[in-house]
């Protein structure tokens, strides 16, 4: 009996605001897929995608059961857990099927395993441990340092198989979790010289042909009409050809007839706004900002600086891959193969944002 009073105590103090938004927007994502499926006849992505929504709000439970305090307090457990993220980015170059060029995903049968996802989630955990011991000695630029060295490890494994748009991610999050714990202004400035400087070299000896092309065809989209730039150009005229009421579910030309390229994971938005219009797109930026503005209510009210960066490092990752995919959708960014949270088809991210969201109710319930 007591068991039982404990736990529905324990459900009463949840977010369910935050739980809620989070269902909607993964029915939004399902919605899209199973129109997409339509022109296809092919419904196995969909079908995978309610398995993975079903394991992901399992995970997101139980974790929620689980005390936070326990993984703050256990710093060779996130040790641990980080040497595995880099074990499974190291064993892309060596198990990882070559997909579009790419070496970023485990094949087990039908089902693909990103480990980049799992890792996102693992270095905001470490960031927020190291740094919720030394906010006060931010000072020194050896915190900074060696909390670099952590995000660099990653990312050089992730740049070669080569996947810009999780590198940059990674990035983005290291330079917020910094930003939130009080990092020195020149420091930060120091750091953004060196951002310039390593992107030149980068351009010069690291990009590959196809890269620059990408950033070649999208600041100047006229001279490859019909190559790099016609992708994105397939995007604007999907969400344009939207209007205000959409063109209905199953009945958008782009999406129907393959006009826009990956429907279902880095052009959904485009997907989305062509389908259902200025009205479907609000829904969806409502969505968004309530799914946000609770993860941040949670960094805000809390009393842990644990908890703060760890909500705080969350919420950064969420708010940098919705600007990045809506951003290459709307053509201000180029493509850079960014999902939409919660909303694009993948089994490996929707899961872990439900990880990162059980243990934010955690922090809430504890």
């Not at 935050?18 to 419904?43: E, N, P, Q, R, W």
């Not at 209905?248 to 129907?256: A, P, R, V, Y």
């Not at 609000?282 to 309530?290: G, W």
């Amino acid at each position: 009996m007591k068991k039982n009073l404990m736990f529905i105590s324990h459900i009463k103090k949840l977010d369910w605001i935050l739980i809620i938004t989070a269902v909607l927007l993964v029915g939004v994502g399902l919605l899209s897929l199973y129109s997409s499926s339509l022109g296809k006849h092919d419904f196995s992505n969909f079908e995978k995608q309610i398995i993975f929504f079903g394991i992901g709000i399992f995970l997101m439970f139980s974790l929620s059961l689980f005390d936070w305090r326990n993984l703050q307090e256990d710093p060779h457990l996130i040790l641990i857990f980080y040497c595995f993220c880099l074990l499974g980015l190291l064993g892309l170059f060596f198990f990882a099927p070559e997909i579009r060029g790419v070496k970023g995903w485990y094949k087990i049968g039908t089902i693909s395993i990103d480990p980049i996802e799992f890792t996102k989630i693992i270095l905001i955990i470490l960031l927020a441990k190291y740094f919720s011991k030394r906010h006060i000695e931010m000072y020194r630029a050896r915190h900074i340092l060696l909390s670099g060295v952590y995000i660099l490890l990653p990312v050089i494994l992730i740049f070669f198989q080569p996947d810009m748009g999780s590198v940059l991610i990674l990035v983005l999050l290291w330079l917020g979790i910094l930003i939130v714990s009080g990092i020195k202004l020149r420091h930060f400035l120091v750091l953004c010289l060196c951002g310039l400087m390593i992107l030149s070299l980068s351009w010069s000896f690291l990009l590959k042909d196809y890269q620059k092309e990408r950033v070649i065809s999208f600041v100047v989209p006229q001279l490859e009409p019909l190559g790099m730039s016609w992708t994105q150009n397939q995007a604007r005229i999907a969400i344009g050809s939207g209007g205000f009421f959409g063109q209905g579910i199953g009945k958008g030309s782009q999406t129907q007839y393959g006009f826009l390229p990956e429907p279902q994971t880095d052009f959904i938005f485009a997907s989305i706004a062509e389908e259902t219009g200025l009205i479907g797109v609000s829904v969806l930026f409502l969505l968004f900002a309530i799914l946000i503005w609770r993860v941040m209510k949670i960094a805000i009210f809390t009393a842990s600086n644990f908890c703060r960066l760890f909500a705080s490092g969350f919420t950064v990752l969420l708010i940098a891959s919705i600007f990045i995919h809506i951003g290459m959708n709307i053509g201000i960014l180029p493509i850079i193969g960014i999902s939409l949270p919660l909303v694009s088809y993948g089994g490996s991210g929707l899961i872990c944002v439900f990880i990162g969201l059980g243990i934010l109710q955690s922090i809430k319930a504890h």
